[in-house]
């Protein structure tokens, strides 16, 4: 089970061989179903776009002032195109 290389290294092929590694054959042939699947894919940790704009003030400050202000400009836009 061990790879070529490893038989090479005669003192940890020496250590690995002081253990008897059972593995019991239900874990061996356990397979997930697609919905534990999808929990699990559901529930792993997911990494934040906007951590960078959140960890300074001045990112901080935009993401509050960004929609303010896009909220603004479509309103002017409406109110131009209504006229």
Known sequence: MLNDEWKEEHE???RL???DVQIPKKLVTYKKSR???FITYL???AKDPLE???STS???TMLRIAPIICGFVLAVVQWLSIR
Do not use: A, E, I, M
């Open 12 to 14: 940890l092929q020496r």
């Open 17 to 19: 061989d002081q253990f």
């Open 35 to 37: 919905w534990d699947r």
């Open 43 to 45: 529930g792993s940790p």
């Open 52 to 54: 960078k704009w959140n």
């Open 58 to 60: 001045t990112g901080y």
